[in-house]
Each structure stands twice: as structure tokens, then as C-alpha cells.
């Protein structure tokens, strides 16, 4: 294919300046080939990025990512990034009403101190004991399975042999994750906080014959071979500003404000055709990569989309003067926040809620999760704010899938953040809204989006988080070497929507790379 007059050849050009992406970039250009990251939006990071969303507001939010688990040290160490995750000694808080009274399930802060919260809410030591086994199970699957991610596909006997455990395979592989769950634990609020990270962006039920919700279990529970989710110091666009300096370090040009529009190929050689400010160009490259959805390649390369996979969160960014206090008084909200802080999750409502919005409605007790960023990392708060108390807060709402929005998404949104928010109060001392900072214009600092409001603002098809529906991490029918293939041989998705893809991880990134350079 020949170039036209004025364009230039590189090894590779990737398209999308996300992290995936990014992590391409750097891998390709340290081993010496030449490559062109063509960026839509004026800067990179993706959805993997740190902003002051408040007007006047000097605190650096990680909008739409913010907890880091999947993604492997090994990339961190290859690419020589200036960047780290801390740890929270909190895992999770729960509160609950036990016989008129405010409690909750502290878990964290040391073992003597979880199996006592257990006790004390289930009044026996049967649920913690449980919960240690079913944890000590996944623990051994992580061990086993998280290497593998940034290994050639194993086949699915090959990763069978590799996790070594029948029981724990059938669990997480082969029967839904709520006939696991209702055999390990009684109590309904256990129950739960266990079936939560099952449903993170996923619209699934516990026994959902799809299996959807095992695989977003087990993409939950495998991070760094431990299952443990850490905050990135600096915020998520501390990783991408890593990222894109390491990518510009070892030589990749990186080209903001420039959308590609079409991908041309004959399986050798491809033309990449792009748009800017000041019309159209082109490049030319030996391997195009795309950082983007499945329906995106589809659309640059002319092939048939497939359909969209929903995305079904709402995602809520907070700024406050202070923590709100709580009704249960034994835990302190520093502690109860710095986790995660469940609302609404118990076992039956999750059930509830999944039912009511599959029928069309609204849950009328909506689940989320929310926890604090800046009690661990300070540092994405300006000096002043940090001295004088404020925090951060961050909302993840579950079971609120795109079709709900459809009909009038700024009112629905503004229905289900109030009705999310209600939940919330119910388990504080003082409303919520009482604890809100204002920006520079006097507005309460909270901002709401939609699986809309992601499909309009990040270019995610139905809102999808993950891009598509996860896929279990070995090789299916069509699924190549590395999982990143496609029906054109230079062409590779790099992106969440490739086969092991979804969170902040920067796995496909690296497999494509690998997939180019021959690995």
C-alpha cells in the first residue's frame, strides 16, 4: 500500500492515548521501534485520568478509575515508572441495623479486630471462619492465575491444571457465585459484601446462568496475586503522566488532538487516515494498534460491530469539609471511609435491586459503594484544603443499567443520586448534604454520570466500564496467541475490550506490544 505524499512510516501507530495504549507506546519504542500515538481528546490518560472537576477547587480527582489492582509490578518495573499505590489498612465497612441498633462489619485493622466485628455482629465465630477459607481459597487462585495475564493465553485445561483445586475451579468456574456463597455463609450481610465484587459494572444476578458475574469476581479477586485494591498515590493520572513520559522518553510521538477515522489495511501494511483541527492526514505503519471498544475498531476498520455489551453504574465524585459522622458510634468514619464503605448491599437487596431494574425501574433501594481517597493520599488535595479537613469522596453505584436512562437521562440521574444519597443518610448521624464543600461559584461539589453520560464523555458503548462483557483469561475459539488478534493480521486491539482486558491494568497494552515484537 503506498504512502500518500507527506506521510510518514512507522513500526507502529496506535490509536488511543489511554493507558493501555500507553503502555504499548513504551514497550514498542524501548525496543527500538518506531511508533505514533494518535490521541482524540487534547490530553492522554483515557479514562485513567486526575482532574479538578469543581469550579475553584484545588483537589485532584481520579474521575472514573481509582483503585489499582490488576495491574502488574512487572509493567511498573519494565517501564521504569515513577509511580506507586498505598495500601489501606481498612478493607471494607458495612453498616447495618441488628435489633433497632446502629452496627456495621468493620473488616481490616488486623485479624483479632475482624474476627471480633464478626463475632460481634453474627454473634459466633462461624462466618469469620468461613470467610477466611473462602478468602484463603481465592488467595491461592491469584497466586496462581495472576501470572498468567501477561503470559500467551493457557488454554482453559492448561489453566485448570494451574490453579490445582477442583473446588476452588467449580466455585469460580464452572457454577454461579451465589451457590458458593450461600454454602460458605449465613448471614445475609456477609453474603453480600462478598457478592459485591461480582457485580462492579456487571448487571448480573448471583445465579445469573451467564456466569457474567464470576468472571467480574474473579477479575476482582486475582489483582497482583493477592486480590488487594490500593490507591494510586498522586491519583489514576499520576499512572498515565508516568506512562506517556516513559512512552515520550524512549522515543514514541505522542499526537493530541488528532482522531482516527479510518484504518486501511492488506494485512502487511496499514494506513492510518486521521483528523485535526487543520483537516485530514495520514500515517502509515507495519502494525496498527487501537486502544478503543470493540465497536470503535469495528467502525475504523469497516468491519461489522458487535453489540454493545451495557454498561450499569453510576458513578458519583464527592468533595467534602469534612467526614459525616455516623450512627454507629464504635466506628470511626476516617476508618469506616478509608475502606470501602458498603450501602445497601446486602445479599436480598442486591437481589431486589437486580430484579427491579431488569424490570425497568429504578432499585428503590439503590447499592453502592463509597470510599476515601484522601485519607490515604493526601496529597491530591491542595494544601489548604488538606489543613483544614476536607475529604474525598467517591460513589460507585451497582445494578443501574443504560436502558434505564434512556428515556430522559439528566432526570433519571438526578432521581437516582438523590435516591442513592437517602440511602446513605440513612446510616449517618447528619445529612450528607450538610458535609458537602461548595466550589468557587457556591455549588455543592458533587458531580453524577450516568453509563450515558460515559458512552458520551469516553466513547464507552453502552457505558460499558470494561468495554465488552469480561472474558475468562484463557483461550477461547478465535481468541489468537495473545488475545489482543484480530481478523486483520496487523491489526490489534489493545484496548479493555481484548480478551483479558477491563480495569486499570495495562495487560492488554503489554500483550499487544508482546504480540508485535514476536514474544
Given amino acids: 500500500m503506498p ?22 507506546a513504551a514497550y514498542l519504542a524501548r525496543a527500538g521501534r518506531s511508533v505514533l500515538v494518535l490521541e482524540r481528546l487534547d490530553h492522554t490518560g483515557g479514562a485513567a485520568v486526575s482532574t479538578r472537576p469543581f469550579a475553584g477547587v484545588d483537589a485532584r480527582l481520579s474521575r472514573y478509575s481509582y483503585l489499582v489492582s490488576l495491574l502488574p509490578d512487572k509493567i511498573v518495573r519494565d517501564l521504569g515508572l515513577d509511580f506507586r499505590v498505598q495500601g489501606r489498612t481498612i478493607s471494607s465497612y458495612t453498616p447495618a441495623e441488628r435489633g433497632g441498633r446502629a452496627t456495621g462489619l468493620l473488616v481490616g485493622g488486623g485479624e483479632e479486630r475482624t474476627r471480633e466485628a464478626f463475632a460481634a455482629l453474627t454473634g ?14 481465592t488467595g491461592q487462585v491469584a497466586e496462581r492465575v495472576f501470572p498468567t495475564l501477561t503470559e500467551p493465553l493457557p488454554s482453559r485445561d492448561e489453566l485448570r491444571r494451574r490453579v490445582d483445586d477442583e473446588t476452588a475451579w467449580r466455585a469460580l468456574f464452572e457454577e ?9 455463609f449465613s448471614d445475609d450481610l456477609v453474603r453480600g459484601v462478598v457478592l459485591t465484587d461480582a457485580l462492579i459494572g456487571t448487571f448480573a444476578d448471583a445465579h445469573d446462568a451467564s456466569l457474567a458475574q464470576n468472571r467480574c469476581f474473579l477479575y476482582h479477586v486475582i489483582g497482583g496475586g493477592t486480590g488487594a485494591w490500593d490507591v494510586p498515590v498522586g491519583g489514576m493520572g499520576a499512572l498515565t503522566d508516568a ?24 494485512g502487511q501494511t496499514a494506513e492510518v487516515t486521521y483528523r485535526t483541527a487543520d483537516g485530514e492526514g495520514t500515517a502509515v505503519a507495519r502494525h496498527v494498534l487501537v486502544n478503543a471498544s470493540p465497536q470503535e475498531l469495528a467502525a475504523l476498520t469497516g468491519d461489522t460491530a458487535p453489540e454493545p455489551a451495557e454498561g450499569a453504574q453510576l458513578k458519583v465524585n464527592m468533595l467534602l469539609k469534612r467526614l459525616p459522622r455516623l450512627r454507629d458510634s464504635a466506628v470511626d468514619p476516617r476508618e469506616a471511609f478509608a475502606g470501602t464503605f458498603h450501602i445497601a448491599e446486602g445479599y436480598g437487596q442486591l437481589a431486589t435491586a437486580h430484579a427491579q431494574a431488569a424490570a425497568g425501574e429504578l432499585p428503590a433501594a439503590p447499592p453502592s459503594e463509597i470510599y476515601c481517597h484522601s485519607l490515604t493520599d493526601p496529597s491530591i488535595l491542595g494544601p489548604d484544603l488538606a ?22 437521562n439528566d432526570a433519571v440521574r438526578d432521581e437516582l443520586l438523590k435516591a442513592t444519597l437517602a440511602q446513605l443518610d440513612t446510616h449517618l448521624a447528619e445529612p450528607l448534604a450538610d458535609c458537602l464543600a461548595t466550589d468557587a461559584d457556591g455549588r455543592p461539589c458533587i458531580e453524577a454520570k450516568t453509563p450515558l453520560d460515559l458512552e458520551r464523555d469516553l466513547g464507552l458503548p453502552g457505558g460499558n466500564i470494561f468495554h465488552r462483557a469480561l472474558s475468562w483469561p484463557y483461550a477461547q475459539e478465535d481468541t489468537g496467541r495473545w488475545g489482543v488478534e484480530t481478523r486483520h493480521a496487523n491489526v490489534l486491539l489493545c484496548g479493555a475490550g ?5 480495569g486499570v491494568s495495562g495487560v492488554p497494552g503489554h500483550n499487544a506490544a508482546m504480540a508485535v515484537l514476536g514474544e
Avoid at 4 to 17: C, F, L, P, Q
Avoid at 124 to 135: L, P, T, V
Avoid at 498 to 502: K, P
Wanted: glycine share 16%; hydrophobic share 40%; no cysteine.
Fill in 498 to 502: 481484548a480478551v483479558r482486558g477491563g
Fill in 176 to 184: 454461579p457465585i451465589g451457590v458458593t456463597i450461600e454454602e460458605n
Fill in 124 to 137: 459466633g465465630e462461624r462466618e469469620y471462619a468461613a470467610w477466611q477459607r473462602f478468602y484463603g481459597m
Fill in 3 to 24: 504512502a500518500h505524499e507527506g506521510t510518514r512510516t512507522y513500526d507502529a501507530v496506535i490509536v488511543g492515548g489511554g493507558h493501555n495504549g500507553l503502555v504499548a
Fill in 387 to 408: 489543613a483544614r479537613g476536607y475529604q474525598t469522596l467517591t460513589l460507585f453505584g451497582l445494578h443501574t443499567p443504560a436502558r434505564l436512562f434512556a428515556g430522559d
Fill in 243 to 266: 506512562l506517556a513520559g516513559a512512552a515520550r522518553a524512549a522515543g514514541a510521538v505522542i499526537a493530541t488532538g488528532h482522531e482516527a477515522v479510518r484504518i486501511d489495511t492488506d
